[in-house]
């Protein structure tokens, strides 16, 4: 499960990276090193502009709320439980196959952050009570420096009220050996080659769909110890990303993990 992430390119590498024709992410979007669910998140999507059929269908940029919520939800609650679809049963839950065949993004991100449980060490304390074993946090990330463009469903939301709420989810996918050891899902992340067609609303074949999406390759991200800082959501900013110093690593615990 990814539960956190950080995406902090600025708006103009996003609008160039991603061939932008619509950016309507007003004044929302800012690095967030720390996303959490329910905070807003840029998402890339191809849609008719006002959801206007008669309008050509233009690639945009805008803010969603991370966790989606069905259109025939009664109220937002539940979308923080729906920040992950797994790739698996993805195209089959009812909750997600109506997007997945149809309202397809990227969800931009530098990296994530995963939780390794470390044995605890001993494991009962002084008067024989067992001890919560700790987990360190790790942050995960492409290896070459570029961005990760997540697999993600977006929703359309209709309050009471009449307002429209975007929601999105990321797709999860088994991690390669060499995460494996810290988490065994991460987040499926869809490769230049394929961004015109995951984006394509007129492509809603599930199988065609299906096959955009291929296992994460080994070898090709980076992790490392990062202090637990990120454990809350009130912290944010660039120290969150950096590796962990003296005091905060659990040393040959997670050393032994590569």
Known sequence: MCGRYATTRARQELLDQFAIQADETGDDLEPDYNVAPTDPVPAVLIRHPGGDAEEEAVRQLRMLRWGLVPSWSKDLSGGARMINARVETVSEKPAYRRAFARRRCLL???????????????????????????????????????????????????????????????????????????????????????????????????????????????????????????????????????????????????????
């Open 108 to 258: 931009p991100a530098d990296g994530y952050y995963e939780w390794y449980t470390l044995e605890a060490d001993p494991a009962v304390d002084e008067k024989g009570r067992k001890k919560k074993p700790r987990k360190q946090p790790f942050y995960i990330h492409p290896k070459d420096g570029e961005v990760m463009a997540m697999a993600g469903l977006y929703e359309l939301w209709k309050s009471p009220e009449g307002e429209w709420v975007w929601t999105c989810t990321l797709i999860t996918t088994d991690a390669p050996d060499d995460l494996g050891r810290i988490h065994d899902r991460m987040p499926m992340v869809v490769t230049p080659d394929r961004w015109d067609a995951w984006l394509d609303p007129a492509l809603t074949t599930p199988d065609e769909v299906r096959s955009l999406l291929v296992p994460a390759m080994a070898g090709t991200m980076d992790a490392y110890p990062v202090a637990p800082l990120v454990g809350n959501v009130r912290n944010n900013g660039p120290q969150l990303i950096e590796p962990a110093a003296n005091g905060d690593s659990p040393g040959s615990a997670s050393e032994a993990l590569f």
